[in-house]
């Protein structure tokens, strides 16, 4: 058995932004279900959620500070949480990294440096709790101190580090190095410095013993000057110690079968049942409730990595071909507000809900014919396997963990019943509609659709296999 601390700053349901809050709410889960002894440790932000009770542990004095551990536990399972409490630093109200225009939290190299300083002080065994990790895993820039600071500790305990996104890297100028008082041998090119800034993830990718990301595909297109944002070279450098290992989804939350948030619960073998849920997804956006007419879905943060400004580019054609599309997600305000302004002009066709809302994204899953997903870049991606649990065929680009989970509908992969959806190539608008149009030609052959729907409710993206490989890495250090 391992133990493992498992430092993330996001975990379903606790608190979630985007994909990282689900991975870290169920890869946990699922090795603590492969017998592990696996505590997370997250900071106490105001909109937190706890399931279990919470209880004290232990207050630790680390640079000038001082900050409570308190412990509960994952809903569920059998996974501890720690939470680090220090209300001037994560008690504001709102989103943990950026306040309500969308700005970065002015102070978020000091919350999330203390963050880092205390998950070392829990590793190394010096916040009194009795247990010592076996292993360190930290996820993205905001735990990316952690493999740094480790390595000026004597006999630190290995560590991972799990890149989820490269665009989100944690930069901060480097006057920040005072303020977080920052050992000096970390400041160096060779170190967490970066053009003369802080960077937090080169913390994790420098200094980590193995690195991993969230897809074999994006493992290797971060090693390329278009997706590695100057920092290729490094994990060029570090490719021995650089595996992508796919995400796994929670097959429990994410069941068509067993789903309290859709009204009518299908299976593969009772498919029919799913037009129910179109139904109701139609009347809540207040479209013509139409059983034939293909309807397509999108959840996600509307940012530009998501490809959105190449669904903008296709709407004027896409809204005189016969289909209805919905759209939940948040971000960007001029998105927002250009896909407004379409929606309003097609309202017969098009309906867009701005915010996160997490019963609306599930029963977009459950109701929509079609998932659109053409991400500019996707280093996993979540929604295009719900989509397949869901039955929902995904369009997506042929790119990081999209290229690996989806496989493309083509007279071949039909016949051998291995298509799960549409995969293009180019990230253009002419390309996405050459997708869209392909779709709505699978759509009108009933029984090949059938047979799409069939495969990709089949396919198998628990998280068994990727845990089981987490494993391995871990025994392996
Ligand atoms: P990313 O982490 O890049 O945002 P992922 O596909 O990995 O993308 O995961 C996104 C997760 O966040 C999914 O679970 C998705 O359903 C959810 N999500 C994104 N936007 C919204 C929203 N507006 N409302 C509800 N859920 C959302
Ligand atoms: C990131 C990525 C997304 C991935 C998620 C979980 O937010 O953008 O592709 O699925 O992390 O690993």
Known sequence: MKKI???????????????????????????????????????????????????????????????????????????????????????????????????????????????????????????????????????????????????????????????HNMAYQGLFPAESIRGINLPGQLWHPDGVEFHQMLSFIKGGLVYADHITTVSPTYALEIQTPAFGYGLEGLLQHRKDDLTGIINGIDIDLWNPQDDPLIPQPYQAKTLAKKQSNKSELQQHF???????????????????QKGIDLIIDCLPEMMTMPLQFVLLGAGEKDYERRLQNIADLFADKMAVTVGYNEPLAHLIEAGADVFLMPS???????????????????????????????????????????????????????????????TLMAYSDKKAWAKIQANAMKADFSWQYSAEQYLKLYRSL
Request: aromatic share 8%; proline share 7%; with cysteine.
């Open 286 to 304: 207040a479209l013509p409730v139409d059983a034939d007419v293909p309807l397509f879905g999108l959840i996600g943060r509307l940012v530009d």
């Open 376 to 438: 500019r870049f996707e280093p996993c991606g979540l929604n295009q396997m719900y989509s397949q649990r869901y039955g929902t065929l995904p369009i997506v680009r042929k790119t990081g963990g999209l290229a690996d989970t989806v496989v493309d509908a083509l007279p071949h992969t039909i016949a051998d019943n291995t298509a799960t959806g549409f995969v293009f190539n180019d990230a253009s608008a002419s390309s996405l509609l050459e997708a869209i149009k392909r």
């Open 5 to 163: 601390l498992f430092v993330t700053s996001e975990a379903h349901p606790l608190l979630k932004t985007g994909g990282l809050a689900d991975v870290s709410g169920s890869l946990p889960k699922a090795l603590a279900e492969l017998s592990q002894d696996v505590r997370l440790i997250i900071p106490k932000y105001h909109a937190l959620k706890t399931f279990n009770d919470v209880r004290f542990l232990c207050s630790l004095r680390v640079d000038n500070r001082q900050v409570d551990l308190l412990e509960t536990q994952m809903p569920d399972s059998e996974v501890k949480v720690l939470l680090l409490d220090y209300p001037d630093f994560y008690g504001r109200p709102g989103n943990p990294y950026v306040d309500a225009d969308g700005d970065s939290w002015p102070d978020n190299a000091e919350r999330f440096a203390l963050f880092c300083r205390i998950a070392v002080e829990v590793g190394m065994d010096r916040a009194g709790l009795d247990w010592q990790p076996d292993i360190i895993h930290c996820n993205d820039w905001q735990s990316g101190l952690v493999p740094a600071l480790l390595s000026l500790e004597e006999n630190p305990p290995p560590s991972v580090f799990t890149i």
